[in-house]
């Protein structure tokens, strides 16, 4: 792992600007992977048909940073993981659910659902899970925007 300058905004800035366009291609370390346990484990959620997650997965290799990738929608998480990735964001699941997808209405959730139900429909339907998000054995970020995940990185 590569330090990303004293953390200013600046540095980040110039990941960006030098960011290339991911291709949809997979680089051979997309196989199914579970929840990081150890330290330095690092996993991407990944969705290759979003541009934030491409955008996100770009933003970790400029960085220098090592990761595996879970193709989430082939390999959906289960409640159990789910519930990890709850407690590793430290969110509640309803502000990580796509609440716009016509999925979420078909599962009858609405804002007053608890969270096994939530984590119930988005391992069923995995297109409800916000994406992307990277973990680690410690904390876990929502990719929104991309750049937002470096901050797991950050001494």
């Not at 980040?12 to 997979?26: A, C, H």
């Not at 159990?80 to 959730?109: F, H, I, K, N, T």
């Amino acid at each position: 792992m590569r330090a990303i300058g004293g953390g200013s905004s600046d540095s980040i800035l110039v990941i960006l600007s030098d960011m290339k366009t991911p291709s949809n291609e997979t680089s051979g370390n997309e196989s199914p992977l579970g929840i990081p346990t150890a330290e330095g484990e690092v996993l991407l959620l990944h969705n290759p048909g979003c541009s934030k997650s491409r955008a996100t997965k770009a933003v970790l290799e400029q960085a220098g940073i090592s990761f595996g990738v879970r193709l989430y929608m082939e390999d959906p998480l289960t409640e159990d993981e789910l519930a990890v990735v709850a407690a590793r964001l430290d969110r509640p699941v309803r502000e990580w659910v796509r609440s716009g997808q016509a999925e979420y209405a078909l599962a009858g959730l609405d804002a007053n659902a608890g969270s096994e139900a939530f984590f119930a429909a988005m391992a069923k339907d995995p297109i409800l899970m916000e994406r992307p998000i990277v973990l680690t054995a410690t904390g876990a970020r929502i990719g929104r925007p991309p750049i937002h995940v470096l901050e797991l990185f950050q001494s």
